[in-house]
């Protein structure tokens, strides 16, 4: 492939990927968010010499939850406010202009 005709590839897939990020950006904001806190809970939960099960007894919830918490695909913010607050971690909810 010559260098002009990568060029015009990339730029193209730089357009739609800038066109994409604005299309979605509020989604993007979201699971950022929620990743944000999963890896927060993660963290701490570890500092504190804790398993996932050890949390899963003190919050009365599965492991199965706590595991998909920490991989961020529980996006329950009840259930992420409940297991963030058992370990001594309270959320601030922040609102930015987009």
Known sequence: MSKTKKKVKENKAKIWFDSYVQDNKIEIL??????????QIKV???ESGLSQRDIAKITG??????VRLEKGKNNNLETM??????????PKIQFEHV
């Open 81 to 90: 406010v409940r297991v963030a607050t058992s370990l001594g971690l309270y």
């Open 44 to 46: 701490k939960r570890e």
């Open 61 to 66: 919830l599965t492991q199965t939850t706590i």
């Open 30 to 39: 979201i699971h950022k968010a929620i990743f944000d806190i999963a890896c």
